[in-house]
């Protein structure tokens, strides 16, 4: 199993403010794409992977989250290290945020 595969606890800071995250991925055989779901604490709405690329510790991929009746498309990125640790940013139009976190134990 490919060590992005699992669940994350994430913390982004956004301009909107921060978000607690648990983000539930899934790596292809191949090891060079992922699926999965990020859930949001605060408002309990869960938001679909899209375009998940995975380059060794890289990542990248795609997701649409609202902020109240607007929709944002973010594009992330990020690195993750073996002992389970993992940054990155996301971008949604003149939007930035920033991120951090660690792989839960399963």
Do not use: R
Request: charge should be negative.
């Amino acid at each position: 199993m490919h060590m992005l595969t699992g669940k994350w606890k994430i913390v982004a800071k956004t301009p909107l403010g921060e978000m607690n995250l648990v983000a539930d991925f899934t790596a292809d055989e191949a090891n060079s794409t992922f699926t999965g779901s990020v859930f949001d604490e605060g408002t309990k709405k869960t938001y679909e992977v899209m375009n998940g690329v995975l380059n060794d510790h890289h990542i990248s991929y795609d997701m649409v989250i609202k902020f109240g009746l607007v929709p944002f498309n973010f594009h992330l990125e990020g690195d993750f290290t073996d002992d389970g640790k993992c940054t990155g940013e996301g971008k949604a139009l003149k939007m930035e945020g920033t991120y951090e976190g660690y792989k839960l134990a399963e």
